[in-house]
């Protein structure tokens, strides 16, 4: 069964950088894109960015840009999301999402579980 | 960037009520639209694709309709399980949003 298997809740200070996992299993973790998406504590989702596994392509919101890198290491099946400069407002549960593309949609069929960044001084 | 605006933010409704939430595009997105459900302390639950293609193991009393910029995510009679927030989101082109979400609250 698909599964994307997060790390645990991370607490850091202004300023600093966080990087959390993602890791896949259940499905061949090339072939599938994958999402970051951020809800802050009360509020919407916020969509973070996309990497292909396959080639490591990346697009990310452009008030992100600057701030975040995602990569993915294939040999572990296991993709990182790094945001860096942080700020209160950075405090949220980030998700990594698997992306199942047909020709019509691209929607968010597999969900982590979900890691909660605090910020705080 | 789309934008993608729920109305209405919130709805009061009973077990057994039908109950309707529409997503607007600021642009003509197709039918590159998913629903999802997510309930307090979980991780978003994708209802359906391409805006009207339910997936596998949801009930049948979720439907989803629409095209171009106009769309709608229908419960047709709520269950004690579907109070819960839902968020319209568009993959039409980067970067991907989501709408605001609407929170649907026992009456």
């Known amino acids: 069964q698909v599964q994307l298997m997060q790390s645990g809740p991370e607490v850091k200070k202004p300023g600093a950088s966080v990087k959390v996992s993602c890791k896949a299993s259940g499905y061949p973790f090339t072939i599938y894109g994958l999402n970051w998406v951020r809800q802050a504590p009360g509020q919407g989702l916020e969509w973070m960015g996309w990497i292909s596994p396959y080639n490591g392509n990346t697009n990310s919101a452009q008030k992100l840009q600057g701030r975040v890198t995602m990569t993915t290491d294939t040999s572990t099946s296991t993709a990182y999301m790094e945001l860096r400069s942080l700020k209160s407002d950075d405090t949220a549960v980030y998700y990594c999402?698997?992306?199942?593309?047909?020709?019509?949609?691209?929607?968010?069929?597999?969900w982590g579980q979900g890691t909660l960044v605090t910020v705080s001084s | 960037d789309i934008q993608m605006t729920q109305s209405p933010s919130s709805v009061s409704a009973s077990v057994g009520d039908r109950v309707t939430i529409t997503c607007r595009a600021s642009q003509g997105i197709s039918s590159w639209l998913a629903w999802y459900q997510q309930k307090p302390g979980k991780a978003p639950k994708l209802l359906i694709s391409a805006a009207s293609s339910l997936q596998s193991g949801v009930p049948s009393r979720f439907s989803g309709s629409g095209s171009g910029t106009d769309f709608t995510l229908t419960i047709s009679s709520l269950q004690p399980e579907d109070f819960a927030t839902y968020y319209c989101q568009q993959s039409n082109s980067f970067p991907w949003t989501f709408g605001q979400g609407t929170k649907v609250e026992i009456k």
């Open positions: 999402a698997r992306v199942n593309c047909s020709s019509s949609s691209c929607p968010l069929d597999y």
